[in-house]
């Protein structure tokens, strides 16, 4: 058993113990992740586009918890805005919409999370439906 105050995102990574050094040096230790927000997300896609047409906007953010080999495989989940208020189902990294003239008025945004841990939201955007 070990205990580690104030933890901090150095602290993460392979730990092992034992009796003797023997013991310690011979494996069957566990790996400490420390999660931590993961970075402000952008979002990315076409702007102006035409009505009628689907278009597809992209969160991306990345993991920043710790050790730098779990950040780099863990998956985060997303979550979508449309002005304040959360769109139901869309939890993934792409956000397919459909074009319409009053499209122009909404603010679409988004936010990632890694385990339970939310990142900032994302700046918001405006598509320009060109007619
Ligand atoms: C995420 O990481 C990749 C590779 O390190 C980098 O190119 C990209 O800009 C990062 N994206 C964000 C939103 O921080
Ligand atoms: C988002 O806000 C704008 C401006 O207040 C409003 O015109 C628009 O209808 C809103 N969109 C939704 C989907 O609520």
Redesign the pocket.
Known sequence: MFEIRYITLDDAGYYNGGMTAEAAWSGGGVVLIVYNKPSKPKVTGDHNVEVNRYILLTCSSNSTSTPDYYSKLVTLSYTWF??E?KIDKETTESLKLYVAK?IR???YSCTSTDEDVESDRSDPVQINPLC
């Open positions: 449309v002005n208020t009053d008025y909404n603010r």
